[in-house]
């Protein structure tokens, strides 16, 4: 006879006959044996499906026929939890939602309609308090799955958690459960959310703010997060939230100054900087709560809906990472989304898809989906998306998802309490679909009517969400009409007052002094900074040598890779010149031994798309990692290396969240080909070149962007360098070309030692990883800086650079193509100029390097790119501002693509633009 206790949700209906066939046969030999398996079969039926009735003989029909209803009652149990949450009353709106029938959920289905409804039957798993006769179990059942809330949970895969949230939710479900002062809290955290809203629709007339009404029951929402997140243990929340409802956010959760916003509304704002409006500023401060002091931290975000999200799980991940927070039982993220941008955009997906991954994972995320079912003019359900709910993406992580009525504010706090136990318990992602409604237009000048007229006159015939519960309260004795009629005028006063509205701030500086993130020394730093980057000699040579004999005994290194790290210890000894691969972990590993952590994802990075890189060993006979960078020094901070998954935009969003948070970590990210950057570009336009300037925030995340035209075509060629030079302004970012190896090392040393931190942009080398002429000794890098122009090195002496006649500036991998052209014929009058920094444009270090060839006849701005790309029409200005007027490009022509996609066309245009710049044109 088959195991029972071994059935899956896979068990099938054939085996199901067979099953109780085997049992029948037993149970005429011996019915007491069968009995203890019967019972135990019932308590696994709930997760099987539907069950086809094996043909069992007459006898012994009375028996059977009981055993053939148990087996319909626990299907009848088993479709409530799979399909009630289609038939729960969770919108707002009534008759305007589209229900769809749920057959499965009535007696007459499963044949159940004529008995007794006093029969006792067992309910298995089902948890029901009361004694489990038919009628108590429909009752419970309806109580609990079609109530206000929609439970959506059985597509988990794993049943203890399915088991928990059974026994969490089915006994306890339903109103009624909170005490006279919990209810009262909830109508004042309602009456702050509507009174701010009317408040602000009467000051400031037609001015745009993107209000909540509608979905007021957020704030208590949120208020119960935070709360019983304080109490049970959690000291940090990260928020982060589109601009539906952020005002309300900010003013009644996290305790920002009414009067402060009063003066954005009319204009009084720091003109230091760009700024940006209201709706899309953040804020932090601490409030009280049972468990002691909670910091509040709302993100920034611009309009581009869903980018926040990824953005946050970074900065949740590198506070978790600063308090050693390997559970999340300290620091939680709370992401806040809008209906159709939740299922419309791809990078919700990607954050998903992080979610549980060894270098992205928080240890699950509170979603909120404010569900007010309409995306600006679009109607959610018939064109925004093509799932029956908005929230089935976040399926794909067995996340469970609560669909809960916004106009049932103590079914809000309820799923809220639940959503919070489970995120706790399991460290998953929990989804809670907030069904409500915009009671204007997308904005306050817009007319819904227009678009969606019938869904607008029913909303314009609702009460508020807080009218409906005051009266709730009212009937129940709990407040009086007068009572509530109060809590709307004090909070009106405390509002006008333009003082704090929340009654539980404390201060805005409340975590200890080693949690903070101390932006302040790096405010107002200018880039030219007087540091030494170097490092000793000795010291080069311990730790390249440590790179062989670090490794275990008994770990077995792959043959090349094992050749390399031998080659990188004699290049520690002097014994051949240092490549990049040399140069980059040396930076890292000093870093490191001076207490800077380092931190590197992209796809590919632990061993280099270009293989140069070999951060993490594979033994070859087992699974097993050895990371020499994280044996580097005694006491030395922490290396991480990741292999991300295989997304740009969450990913680079969430290192730059990480690296907004922790400023004294080096925080790249790097693209497998310079060109997959696009991917990201919403990042980059938002966040990472206007992040300062719009918001305030400092961030030193540096990118590494492999570029350079090599014959590979148009998607592995180019970076897109002409977009940075394009949005660099106001030193707001650092764009460097290195094209040495002890270049990249000082330079990578710079961006941590000074007290300086904007995003550095590196366009790194391909094919120059492995130049012969792409190398340093070992005195570069113990002496030396960061050079932001290179001179000519092959024209030392003064009286050569006299005799120069033609300047060539350049950057990047054509230096080594111009370099060994001239070399061949012997051009010594021709100077070649590399600027290794684009931005800020190094003017004085270039006019430095340019008075020595006073007597040249012609300047030239040499790049591989097409004129209309690369840096040409980003930089050509600052030549003009510098008495360089008369500067020719020198390039390939305007193209649509960055590159051919023939390799011969590529090397004959390549030697047709260095012969160019050379001035080898009629050669």
């Not at 046969?25 to 499906?49: G, H, I, K, M, N």
């Not at 988990?156 to 002062?181: A, N």
């Not at 008369?886 to 022509?893: I, L, Y």
């Amino acid at each position: 006879m088959k195991n029972h206790q071994s059935m899956d949700e896979s068990f099938l209906d054939g085996e199901h006959a067979v099953f109780l066939e085997q049992l029948y046969t037993q149970y005429q030999q011996d019915p007491r044996s069968v009995d203890a398996q019967w019972q135990a079969y019932f308590q696994q039926l709930e997760t099987a499906p539907a069950l086809t009735p094996a043909v069992l003989p007459a006898e012994d029909s009375a028996i059977m026929e009981h055993r053939s209803l148990q087996l319909r009652v626990s299907r009848l149990i088993n479709a409530y939890r799979y399909l009630g949450h289609l038939e729960a009353d969770t919108n707002p709106l009534g008759d305007y939602a589209y229900k769809v029938g749920v057959p499965q959920l009535m007696l007459e289905h499963h044949e159940l309609e004529n008995v007794d409804p006093d029969t006792l039957f067992n309910p298995g798993s089902f948890n029901i308090k009361a004694k489990p006769t038919l009628g108590n179990i429909l009752r419970a059942l309806r109580t609990t799955y079609v109530g206000t809330t929609g439970f959506e949970y059985m597509h988990i895969l794993d049943v203890q958690e399915k088991r928990w949230l059974q026994r969490r939710i089915e006994p306890e479900m339903g109103t009624g459960k909170l005490s006279h002062p919990e209810r009262r809290k909830i109508l004042e955290q309602l009456t702050a959310a509507e009174g701010f809203e009317q408040y602000l629709h009467r000051r400031y007339v037609g001015q745009k703010r993107f209000g909540l009404e509608g979905g007021e029951s957020l704030i208590p929402l949120l208020q119960t997060l935070i709360h019983e997140g304080g109490a049970q243990g959690l000291q940090e929340i990260v928020i982060g939230m589109a601009h539906r409802g952020r005002l309300n956010v900010l003013t009644n959760v996290l305790c920002k100054p009414a009067g402060d916003l009063f003066h954005e509304f009319e204009g009084k704002v720091d003109e230091s900087y760009t700024g940006d409006v209201k709706y899309h500023k953040g804020y932090a401060c601490d409030v009280s709560t049972a468990g002691g002091s909670v910091h509040l931290a709302l993100a920034f975000n611009p309009s581009h809906l869903e980018i926040v999200s990824p953005v946050v799980e970074g900065a949740v991940r590198a506070r978790q990472d600063r308090r050693q927070d390997r559970d999340g039982n300290q620091v939680l993220g709370i992401s806040i989304h809008g209906d159709a941008a939740f299922s419309g955009q791809g990078v919700v997906m990607e954050t998903f898809n992080m979610a549980q991954t060894r270098g992205y994972r928080t240890r699950g995320t509170i979603h909120i989906v404010i569900n007010n079912q309409i995306g600006f003019t679009t109607s959610t359900v018939s064109d925004s998306r093509s799932t029956y709910y908005p929230t089935d993406v976040a399926k794909m992580i067995n996340a469970p998802i609560f669909h809960v009525n916004g106009d049932d504010p103590e079914a809000v706090v309820y799923v809220t309490k639940v959503a919070l136990e489970y995120r706790q318990l399991f460290q998953k992602d929990v989804v809670i679909d907030l069904v409500c409604y915009r009671r204007l237009g997308h904005n306050e000048a817009d007319e819904p009517n227009m678009t969606q007229p019938v869904m607008y006159g029913i909303i314009r015939s609702l009460p508020s969400t807080r009218a409906k519960y005051a009266a709730k309260l009212a009937e129940d004795g709990v407040v009086s009409q007068a009572g509530a009629s109060g809590l709307v005028d004090a909070y009106r006063i405390k509002l006008a007052n333009g003082g704090i509205t929340c009654c539980n701030s404390q201060t805005r500086s409340g975590l200890p002094a080693k949690l903070q993130t101390h932006w302040k020394q790096y405010r107002g730093q200018r880039w030219r900074q007087e540091i030494d980057t170097t490092c000793p000699l000795e010291r080069i040579r311990e730790i390249s040598e440590g790179w062989v004999s670090g490794i275990p005994a008994d770990f077995v290194v792959h043959p090349r890779v094992l050749k390399v790290l031998e080659a990188r210890a004699a290049m520690g000894r002097g014994e051949q010149p240092a490549d990049w691969g040399f140069g980059e972990n040396l930076a890292y590993a000093t870093l490191l031994a001076e207490g800077f952590e380092v931190r590197l994802s992209g796809q590919d990075c632990g061993r280099g798309t270009f293989s140069h890189r070999h951060a993490v060993l594979h033994h070859q006979q087992r699974r097993e990692q050895w990371v020499p960078l994280q044996h580097t020094a005694e006491g030395q901070a922490k290396f991480t290396v990741i292999d991300s998954v295989l997304s740009e935009e969450a990913v680079l969003a969430f290192e730059y969240g990480y690296a907004t948070a922790e400023p004294e970590t080096l925080v790249i990210w790097e693209a497998q080909f310079g060109d997959f950057v696009n991917g990201a570009q919403v990042v980059i336009d938002q966040f990472i070149s206007s992040g300062e300037q719009k918001w305030q925030r400092l961030c030193g995340l540096t990118m590494f962007l492999p570029h350079g035209l090599e014959g590979q075509g148009p998607e592995h060629s180019s970076a897109r360098l002409e977009r940075f030079v394009q949005m660099a302004a106001q030193e707001n970012m650092h764009i460097c070309i290195p094209s040495t190896p002890a270049q990249v090392f000082h330079m990578l040393r710079r961006q941590m030692i000074r007290k300086y931190r904007k995003p550095l942009i590196v366009f790194t080398p391909k094919s120059l990883l492995r130049h012969p002429l792409a190398v340093s000794t070992l005195d570069d890098f113990s002496v030396g800086k960061f050079e932001v122009v290179l001179d000519d090195a092959d024209i030392s002496d003064v009286e050569a650079k006299e005799k120069v006649r033609r300047v060539i500036l350049c950057s990047g991998k054509v230096y080594y193509d111009l370099l060994e052209e001239r070399r061949a014929r012997a051009l010594n009058d021709i100077a070649i100029v590399r600027i290794e920094q684009l931005y800020p444009f190094p003017a004085q270090e270039l006019v430095d390097v340019m008075e020595y060839y006073a007597n040249a006849e012609a300047v030239i701005w040499c790049q591989e790119e097409p004129v209309n790309q690369g840096a040409w029409n980003g930089i050509k200005h600052r030549f003009q501002a510098y008495d360089y007027a008369k500067v020719v490009c020198v390039s390939r022509p305007a193209m649509a693509a960055p590159a051919v996609g023939s390799l011969y066309m590529h090397q004959r245009q390549q030697k047709a633009l260095v012969r160019e710049a050379l001035g080898l044109d009629n050669d």
